[in-house]
T-cell receptor
Framework: GAVVSQHPSRVICKSGTSVKIECRSL??????MFWYRQFPKQSLMLMAT?????????EQGVEKDKFLINHASLTLSTLTVTSAHPEDSSFYIC??????????????FGSGTRLTVV | AQSVAQPEDQVNVAEGNPLTVKCTYS??????LFWYVQYPNRGLQFLLK??????LVKGSYGFEAEFNKSQTSFHLKKPSALVSDSALYFC?????????????FGSGTQLTVLP
Protein backbone atom coordinates (compact mmCIF):
# COMPACT_ATOMS: atom_id res chain seq x y z
CA GLY A 1 0.00 0.00 0.00
CA ALA A 2 0.84 3.67 -0.09
CA VAL A 3 3.56 4.70 2.33
CA VAL A 4 4.78 8.09 3.46
CA SER A 5 8.18 8.17 5.09
CA GLN A 6 8.67 11.03 7.54
CA HIS A 7 12.06 11.94 9.00
CA PRO A 8 13.34 12.54 11.53
CA SER A 9 11.03 10.84 13.98
CA ARG A 10 12.47 12.80 16.84
CA VAL A 11 14.66 15.88 16.99
CA ILE A 12 15.97 18.09 19.75
CA CYS A 13 17.38 21.46 18.78
CA LYS A 14 18.61 24.60 20.45
CA SER A 15 16.50 27.71 20.49
CA GLY A 16 17.21 29.90 17.50
CA THR A 17 18.23 27.13 15.14
CA SER A 18 16.26 25.76 12.20
CA VAL A 19 14.96 22.26 11.75
CA LYS A 20 13.88 20.55 8.55
CA ILE A 21 11.33 17.75 8.46
CA GLU A 22 10.98 15.62 5.34
CA CYS A 23 8.08 13.62 4.03
CA ARG A 24 8.52 11.30 1.09
CA SER A 25 5.85 9.33 -0.69
CA LEU A 26 7.51 6.03 -1.46
CA UNK A 27 5.28 4.42 -4.03
CA UNK A 28 2.91 7.06 -5.28
CA UNK A 29 2.88 10.65 -6.40
CA UNK A 30 1.77 13.09 -3.75
CA UNK A 31 0.11 15.92 -5.60
CA UNK A 32 -0.96 17.52 -2.34
CA MET A 33 0.73 17.49 1.05
CA PHE A 34 -0.91 18.55 4.27
CA TRP A 35 1.12 19.52 7.33
CA TYR A 36 -0.42 19.19 10.76
CA ARG A 37 0.65 20.09 14.24
CA GLN A 38 -0.52 18.19 17.27
CA PHE A 39 -0.21 19.20 20.91
CA PRO A 40 -0.25 16.53 23.62
CA LYS A 41 -3.58 14.76 23.85
CA GLN A 42 -5.11 17.14 21.34
CA SER A 43 -6.33 16.91 17.80
CA LEU A 44 -4.45 17.57 14.60
CA MET A 45 -4.45 21.18 13.56
CA LEU A 46 -3.91 21.84 9.88
CA MET A 47 -1.00 24.22 9.35
CA ALA A 48 -0.76 24.37 5.59
CA THR A 49 -1.59 22.70 2.32
CA UNK A 50 0.90 22.49 -0.50
CA UNK A 51 0.53 21.39 -4.07
CA UNK A 52 3.53 20.26 -6.05
CA UNK A 53 5.23 23.18 -7.71
CA UNK A 54 3.07 25.80 -6.03
CA UNK A 55 3.34 27.96 -2.97
CA UNK A 56 1.79 26.53 0.15
CA UNK A 57 -1.52 27.80 1.47
CA UNK A 58 -1.27 28.51 5.17
CA GLU A 59 -4.08 28.36 7.68
CA GLN A 60 -5.01 31.45 9.58
CA GLY A 61 -2.59 32.15 12.41
CA VAL A 62 0.26 30.10 11.00
CA GLU A 63 3.37 32.16 10.25
CA LYS A 64 4.52 31.31 6.75
CA ASP A 65 7.94 32.85 7.33
CA LYS A 66 8.46 30.66 10.33
CA PHE A 67 7.14 27.41 8.90
CA LEU A 68 8.61 27.14 5.43
CA ILE A 69 7.07 24.49 3.24
CA ASN A 70 8.61 23.25 0.04
CA HIS A 71 6.90 20.78 -2.28
CA ALA A 72 9.27 20.79 -5.20
CA SER A 73 8.57 17.28 -6.42
CA LEU A 74 5.73 14.81 -6.44
CA THR A 75 7.48 12.61 -3.91
CA LEU A 76 9.02 15.05 -1.47
CA SER A 77 7.74 17.83 0.75
CA THR A 78 9.66 19.54 3.52
CA LEU A 79 8.69 21.65 6.50
CA THR A 80 11.40 23.88 7.93
CA VAL A 81 10.86 25.42 11.32
CA THR A 82 13.02 28.53 11.27
CA SER A 83 14.51 30.16 14.35
CA ALA A 84 12.81 27.60 16.53
CA HIS A 85 11.68 28.50 20.03
CA PRO A 86 10.44 26.32 22.87
CA GLU A 87 6.82 27.13 22.00
CA ASP A 88 7.38 25.43 18.64
CA SER A 89 7.91 22.14 20.43
CA SER A 90 5.21 19.85 19.18
CA PHE A 91 4.40 16.75 17.15
CA TYR A 92 4.32 17.45 13.43
CA ILE A 93 2.60 15.09 10.99
CA CYS A 94 2.43 15.18 7.23
CA UNK A 95 -0.29 13.68 5.07
CA UNK A 96 0.07 13.06 1.38
CA UNK A 97 -2.75 12.88 -1.07
CA UNK A 98 -2.66 11.48 -4.56
CA UNK A 99 -5.23 12.18 -7.22
CA UNK A 100 -5.20 8.53 -8.18
CA UNK A 101 -6.71 7.73 -4.82
CA UNK A 102 -3.84 5.62 -3.59
CA UNK A 103 -3.86 5.08 0.14
CA UNK A 104 -7.21 5.25 1.86
CA UNK A 105 -9.00 7.41 -0.65
CA UNK A 106 -5.93 9.45 -1.15
CA UNK A 107 -4.72 10.28 2.36
CA UNK A 108 -1.59 8.67 3.74
CA PHE A 109 0.01 9.89 6.92
CA GLY A 110 3.63 10.01 7.92
CA SER A 111 4.69 8.62 11.27
CA GLY A 112 5.23 12.05 12.76
CA THR A 113 8.15 14.09 14.09
CA ARG A 114 8.53 14.99 17.74
CA LEU A 115 10.28 18.36 17.88
CA THR A 116 11.71 19.56 21.16
CA VAL A 117 13.29 23.00 21.30
CA VAL A 118 15.52 23.61 24.31
CA ALA B 1 -17.27 25.10 7.18
CA GLN B 2 -16.90 21.46 8.08
CA SER B 3 -16.54 20.22 11.63
CA VAL B 4 -16.39 17.05 13.65
CA ALA B 5 -17.38 16.46 17.25
CA GLN B 6 -16.17 13.61 19.41
CA PRO B 7 -18.11 14.17 22.62
CA GLU B 8 -16.09 11.79 24.77
CA ASP B 9 -12.49 12.53 25.65
CA GLN B 10 -12.10 9.13 27.27
CA VAL B 11 -13.82 5.79 26.85
CA ASN B 12 -13.08 2.86 29.11
CA VAL B 13 -14.26 -0.65 28.35
CA ALA B 14 -13.47 -4.10 29.66
CA GLU B 15 -11.69 -6.54 27.39
CA GLY B 16 -14.18 -8.68 25.50
CA ASN B 17 -16.97 -6.15 25.79
CA PRO B 18 -18.30 -4.19 22.83
CA LEU B 19 -16.98 -0.68 22.36
CA THR B 20 -18.40 2.45 20.78
CA VAL B 21 -16.58 5.70 20.05
CA LYS B 22 -18.93 8.47 19.06
CA CYS B 23 -18.60 10.97 16.24
CA THR B 24 -20.94 13.56 14.76
CA TYR B 25 -20.17 15.81 11.84
CA SER B 26 -21.24 18.92 10.01
CA UNK B 27 -20.50 19.47 6.35
CA UNK B 28 -22.18 20.83 3.25
CA UNK B 29 -23.25 18.08 0.93
CA UNK B 30 -22.60 14.39 1.25
CA UNK B 31 -19.70 13.78 3.61
CA UNK B 32 -16.60 11.71 3.23
CA LEU B 33 -15.96 10.25 6.69
CA PHE B 34 -12.90 8.57 8.12
CA TRP B 35 -11.69 6.94 11.31
CA TYR B 36 -8.03 6.85 12.27
CA VAL B 37 -6.15 5.41 15.22
CA GLN B 38 -2.99 6.86 16.74
CA TYR B 39 -0.54 5.14 19.05
CA PRO B 40 1.83 7.21 21.20
CA ASN B 41 4.35 9.22 19.20
CA ARG B 42 3.14 7.75 15.94
CA GLY B 43 1.26 9.00 12.93
CA LEU B 44 -2.30 8.13 12.11
CA GLN B 45 -3.33 4.70 10.91
CA PHE B 46 -6.38 4.37 8.72
CA LEU B 47 -9.22 2.23 10.05
CA LEU B 48 -12.12 2.77 7.70
CA LYS B 49 -13.97 5.26 5.56
CA UNK B 50 -17.43 6.03 4.27
CA UNK B 51 -17.71 7.61 0.87
CA UNK B 52 -20.94 6.22 -0.50
CA UNK B 53 -22.96 3.02 -0.52
CA UNK B 54 -23.79 0.77 2.40
CA UNK B 55 -24.20 2.68 5.64
CA LEU B 56 -22.35 0.00 7.61
CA VAL B 57 -18.66 0.14 6.86
CA LYS B 58 -16.25 -2.56 7.93
CA GLY B 59 -12.62 -1.72 8.42
CA SER B 60 -9.33 -2.90 9.80
CA TYR B 61 -8.80 -4.90 13.00
CA GLY B 62 -12.49 -5.80 13.35
CA PHE B 63 -13.72 -2.23 13.57
CA GLU B 64 -16.86 -1.01 11.87
CA ALA B 65 -18.81 2.20 11.71
CA GLU B 66 -22.34 3.13 10.79
CA PHE B 67 -23.14 6.20 8.78
CA ASN B 68 -26.41 7.78 9.92
CA LYS B 69 -27.33 10.71 7.74
CA SER B 70 -30.36 11.83 9.74
CA GLN B 71 -28.34 11.99 12.94
CA THR B 72 -25.16 13.16 11.15
CA SER B 73 -23.24 10.51 13.03
CA PHE B 74 -20.50 8.04 12.23
CA HIS B 75 -19.87 6.06 15.41
CA LEU B 76 -17.01 3.58 15.54
CA LYS B 77 -17.78 0.15 16.95
CA LYS B 78 -16.17 -3.18 17.69
CA PRO B 79 -18.02 -6.22 19.01
CA SER B 80 -15.25 -7.41 21.33
CA ALA B 81 -12.52 -5.07 22.56
CA LEU B 82 -8.89 -6.07 22.96
CA VAL B 83 -6.34 -4.52 25.29
CA SER B 84 -4.28 -3.74 22.20
CA ASP B 85 -7.11 -1.51 20.94
CA SER B 86 -6.16 1.02 23.60
CA ALA B 87 -5.15 4.14 21.67
CA LEU B 88 -6.30 7.56 20.55
CA TYR B 89 -9.04 7.54 17.94
CA PHE B 90 -9.87 10.35 15.55
CA CYS B 91 -12.89 10.87 13.37
CA UNK B 92 -12.42 13.07 10.32
CA UNK B 93 -14.64 14.58 7.65
CA UNK B 94 -14.09 16.00 4.23
CA UNK B 95 -16.48 17.81 1.99
CA UNK B 96 -17.34 16.03 -1.24
CA UNK B 97 -15.43 16.37 -4.48
CA UNK B 98 -15.24 19.83 -5.93
CA UNK B 99 -14.45 21.56 -2.68
CA UNK B 100 -11.59 21.77 -0.20
CA UNK B 101 -9.67 18.56 0.07
CA UNK B 102 -8.35 18.81 3.57
CA UNK B 103 -9.57 16.59 6.35
CA UNK B 104 -11.02 18.15 9.48
CA PHE B 105 -10.42 16.10 12.59
CA GLY B 106 -12.35 15.70 15.78
CA SER B 107 -10.70 16.30 19.12
CA GLY B 108 -9.93 12.63 19.60
CA THR B 109 -11.13 9.98 22.02
CA GLN B 110 -8.74 8.06 24.21
CA LEU B 111 -9.87 4.45 24.36
CA THR B 112 -8.67 2.33 27.23
CA VAL B 113 -9.46 -1.36 27.24
CA LEU B 114 -9.07 -2.84 30.68
CA PRO B 115 -7.86 -6.43 31.04
Amino acid sequence: GAVVSQHPSRVICKSGTSVKIECRSLDFQATTMFWYRQFPKQSLMLMATSNEGSKATYEQGVEKDKFLINHASLTLSTLTVTSAHPEDSSFYICSARSTSGAGDYGYTFGSGTRLTVV
Amino acid sequence: AQSVAQPEDQVNVAEGNPLTVKCTYSVSGNPYLFWYVQYPNRGLQFLLKYITGDNLVKGSYGFEAEFNKSQTSFHLKKPSALVSDSALYFCAVRAPAGSARQLTFGSGTQLTVLP
